[in-house]
């Protein structure tokens, strides 16, 4: 009109357009990293967490001219619905507590140090942000299970060479893989963390197997088989226990009762055929008490309860077991020393004293509230958005109970799974919300 062109929009910054590819593609770079290496996993979170904050709560704020006072504003109202999740309270309690009786203990800097572990919070709110829906949620998962598999098959040749007792396995790289005779360890430090990074990869194939249908995932069976076959190599009872809780759990949460009970039979008959005599009678010596390492742990379960008796209110430190553990050893402890008491409940009230595991129990009972009653709001018939929920159900559950019997909260590649894995009751509810209402019928 009037000859006069009308302006064209300013083109979005290719900043706007690469940031989410890049955040997307570091998100499923984090999954993937979890099923093989700390190392990579904690480079490729702090990556997520330096781009969630300019690009999705402060950065249009800094684009609009609007200074940082703005950009503060701006990311302090985005990030409403985190700072008012149910687990938000729980969390940020739990972490002033733990940096109390960080600044109490008797070296508060090696105190401080430890209590890092706090920052691995972070994974539940960046896999919930970043996590688009249920969709999204599933393959970030598969990979990581594809992965797994992967690593679940180099922990079943470890098993196979270091099993030959071959005089070539004596020494060079070959000694390297094989530094325990009989238990596997996988891409891990040690056979306990792959158990408990097999723990929970076990029990979500398990989870989606028994509810949605096979047809576009039959890789998952035999994807479910080496890792079951891979856990067992492990020898690490705690995670055979957390194993039967999570599958105990399937059972109640399962819409398909048949498939169900397909699916325990199939894995009691995988393990009954396939386990070597070995395994069989390491799983005997679960409830064995005269087994020196059941006398050791219940030693310092003993242990641990006196140095809580003593520092009832904010624990020894973070850290500070080890210090103190030579005061507390029993005399019919087995080991001299020893890092933490095999029990994340008695660890964490020794560390940080009884408020700390108050606090740390009402984030479970938080999570287990809130992923029960979103569960329940789920249409009954199976689907993706129930075999995910039930998933991060029954394998926080089988953490939990691998962790009556191990530090399991103190391992930083399992922890770190388990905060994404809370994450998944979340993203579906979010879904459910936004999806449109379907209309009622005359």
Known sequence: MNGVAEPHPLPLPRSREVLPLLRDGCLAALFVAMAFSISATQIVLACLVGLSIPWGLAGRALGAGAGLGGAVRALWTASADLRHHPLTAPFAAFAALTLLSALASGDPLWSLWIARDLVRISVFYVVLAWTRDSAHALRLWQGFVAVLTVMACYGLAQAWMCGARSSILSEGWAADICNHSTRVRGPFSIYMTFGGVLLIGALFVLAYLAHVSWQGAWWMMPAGVATLAALAFTYSRNAWLGLLAGVLGLAVTARRPGRTVVI?????????????????????????????????????????????????????????????????????????STGHLHNSAIQIAAERGLPALAVWFWIWITFFREGRRILRRLEPGPSRARALVSASLVGVAGFLVAGLFEHNFGDGEVVLLVYALMALPFVVARESRAAPAAPKRA
């Open 264 to 336: 325990l039979l199939a894995v009691g008959l995988v393990v009954g055929i396939a386990a070597p005599r070995g395994i069989v009678e390491r799983a005997r010596s679960t409830v064995d008490l005269k087994d020196t390492t059941i006398r050791d742990r219940l030693a310092m379960w003993r242990s641990g309860l006196a140095m809580i008796a003593d520092h009832p209110a904010l624990g020894v430190g973070p850290g500070e077991v080890r210090a103190w553990y030579g005061q507390y050893r029993r005399p019919e402890a087995v080991r001299p």
